[in-house]
RNA sequence: GCACAGGUGGCCGAGCGGUUAAUGGCAGCAGACUGUAAAUCUGCCGCUCCUUGGAGCUACGGAGGUUCGAAUCCUCCCCUGUGCA
């Protein structure tokens, strides 16, 4: 194998570190960015509203200036936003900072947005509010299965890929058989549009689950600490929470008022949990919602995994080397 | 001190003579996930052993008792809550 004379320019880098909340992505993205020249895409579902704040744990004021980020605070905290949107924001900002010169870094935390950036979602007909609300309609007029068979009817493969119990999941595929009038199995079938040109490095962190669940809990105290209460009745006082959705109410609905940390705080504000209660049960949905992530990431393709936060890992010696590698490989036409 | 009401698996909470390792819920663990994803859904969940299916052991505050059989009935004791003193 012969080194080339003139190589062919390789495909820029793109990193990827993900991971569970409080893992750490955040001190290791800053430094790996100041290291080596990059910008940080996020990736999370959350940061994306702004006014949304204290409780999405989003980078400081301060870190923002060190390094720039994207895909923050794109969306006001009423729009609708989903994983097409995110995607197609997300690769423009990475075809954009790769263009610069600079390495384009994706942190993230949600597994579905990441998947659509990378690998891409199936082409499908946007989502119809009126059609949904029928649809929900339906199934609480007839039993839990009723979805299932009106979609098994339409669509016997994806009905077998999808629990009888799932009805968002059931509500969105019979929503795309009769939109698009197409199977939404044949839809999945002609695939995804995936990220291309770039040669992707996936850095996962996975800290010791009690070391992280104790951080979860801090972290969540912090955030009450810091006035999450506050900022949540400023938000509900605009905004209407996805729950208890009022149709008299002629404030827009604020999905994220329905998150992790969010809901409890609504709920204590509506006077039905105390704010000591609040708390527990949000350090609690923060757990949970942890262990999904890593079951979600566990699955992801080709990633390094590091046990271990991310202010831990030792960049010098395990990541930096990791980087070059890759440039190498490249440049020796592997 | 007296009178009620209670003490059930990590927690909450049903059961109130056999079909009960004991309904549910929570937590925990594992899993799924193609435009609401910080969402939604699924499985496992006393211990030990073997191959699915089982087998054995330990469990309903404690100690006795009644009974073929008790978490469930009786007696005493311990503890908790409420009311009266």
Redesign the pocket.
Known sequence: MTKRMTPLMPDPLLLVILGP?ASGKTALSLELAQRLGGEIISC????VYREFEI????PTREERRLVPHHLIDVAGPGEE?????YS?LARQAIFDISERGRLPIVVG?????L??LLE?????P??SEQL?IRL?RKADQHTIRHLHRILTRLDPDAAA???P?????L??AIE?CLLAGERLSVM??R??EPLTGFRILRLGLDPD?NAL?TRINQRCEQMFENGLIEETRRLLTAYQS?EAVDESDARPIA?AL??????QVVQCLRGEITPKLALWAAQ??????A??????F??EPEVRWFSMFGNEVDVENEILPLVSKTDEAVSQGH
Request: positive net charge.
């Open positions: 909340t999370d579902s959350l940061a409780g999405t744990a989003k936003f989903n994983a097409g949107d197609r935390g949600t597994g579905l947005y998947r659509a891409g979602l199936f082409e499908g946007p989502r949904r929900r890929r999808i629990h119990n799932d009805t968002p999941k509500i969105r795309v999945w079938e695939g995804r689950r669940y996805p999905r329905g998150s992790l940390g969010y809901k609690q949905a923060h757990r949970n919602y262990k999904r992530q890593l079951t979600w566990r699955r």
